[in-house]
């Protein structure tokens, strides 16, 4: 297992390199282009100025997130096989730099939605929030809600230019069910898993968050069942999964310890995030929370044990943190937070180790 920390680039993070080296236990850095709009190319030569930079603090640079995935693909467009093709080319290109796992998700539209980005905590903290009875207004009303909170920033998944098309977006996504949206996935692994193979890389889907449909929107990794799908369409150890403590967690109905047992051992997770969150009620309205098992609604320690059991070796990195310490940066990701969830965990691991 090795402990990475997601960063936002020197031009689009308050955290600086400098800084996460300085937190205990943490070799990786999970980094991206986020200046490259989605379906072009990423330029060897800037991933390559990425990996020198993060090298230079000592960190290593094997796993990005995300690169997403164009609307035309996940649509089924003609339009697709244009964007395919960037994509692989991006494959090749993160490969000569060394990137052994791509992160990405097959989310309509959202990557991801919170209705709240500064839920008030008991202990004056702040973090994201979910409620379903808020998702019964317009998508509209929610990207405002979004945009208006970021505290400036852009979120990942929420860009401006995309969202400004949203209604024609919907309008495209019009035909597209969960049948159909799971055949325009596979038509995508089909194309790029040879690449991925020929170049070593492994591909991580992220589950969709939160694991339900949304303004009608269809979904195609909430749970066990979906992941056993998604591992027919292409079964090489290329076509792999970002296991997601939190947006699993997020359905109770999910076991995420039987879920890690089930693929990892199948070679099929480079990537794990982890994250607490507490449910509010029986409806599945819930805040993220602490990483610590006491502060949440998931077993943390279950986690890193079935983690530790299967002989997990791929990268894990704390998802999002709260806002503590008068910290006021790009919601979720904070640096207090996320270095404290990453000393819990390393703390649990330790101990599994020693114990085993
Ligand atoms: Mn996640």
Request: hydrophobic content about 40%; charged content about 20%.
């Amino acid at each position: 297992m090795e402990m990475g920390f997601r960063w936002y680039g020197s031009q689009n993070d308050q955290i600086h390199l400098a800084d996460i080296r300085q937190i205990p236990g943490v070799r990786q850095v999970v980094g991206a282009l986020f200046d490259i709009p989605v379906g072009e190319v990423w330029p060897e030569d800037q991933i390559i100025r990425l990996k020198h930079q993060i090298e230079a603090a000592e960190l290593k640079f094997t796993v990005v997130e995300s690169v997403n995935i164009h609307d035309d693909i996940k649509i089924g467009l003609p339009s697709r096989d244009r964007y395919i093709e960037n994509y692989q080319q991006t494959i090749r290109n993160l490969a000569a730099a060394g990137v052994r796992t791509i992160c990405y998700n097959f989310m309509p539209i959202f990557d991801w939605v919170r209705t709240n980005l500064h839920f008030s905590l008991a202990d004056g903290s702040q973090a994201l929030a979910f409620e379903h009875r808020q998702v019964q207004r317009q998508p509209q009303d929610i990207i405002h809600e979004i945009e208006n909170n970021a505290n400036g920033f852009v979120l990942p998944g929420w860009e401006p230019e995309r969202l400004a098309q949203v209604q024609q977006l919907f309008d495209a996504y019009a035909g597209v069910d969960e049948t159909q949206l799971a055949a325009n996935l596979n038509y995508f692994l089909d194309a790029i898993i040879p690449v991925c193979e020929e170049c070593h890389v492994q591909m991580a889907l992220h589950p969709d968050d939160p694991p339900r449909e949304l303004f009608g929107l269809p979904r195609i990794y909430k749970n066990l069942a979906d992941m056993n799908r998604i591992v027919a369409m292409n079964p090489s150890t290329a076509n792999g999964f970002t296991i997601c403590t939190g947006s699993l967690g997020e359905n109770p109905q999910n076991d995420i310890p039987a879920i890690i047992r089930e693929f990892v051992p199948q070679g099929r997770v480079p990537f794990v995030h982890a994250r607490n969150i507490k449910f509010m009620n029986d409806q599945g309205d819930f805040h993220e929370s602490a990483h610590l098992s006491s502060m949440g609604s998931l077993d943390m320690f279950a986690i890193m044990q079935a983690l530790h059991e299967t002989g997990f070796s791929g990268v894990i990195r704390p998802d999002h943190g709260r806002d503590i310490w008068h910290e006021s940066g790009r919601p979720g990701y904070g640096l207090y937070d996320r270095a404290l969830g990453i000393t819990y965990l390393n703390g649990l691991w330790e101990a599994l180790e020693k114990q085993s």
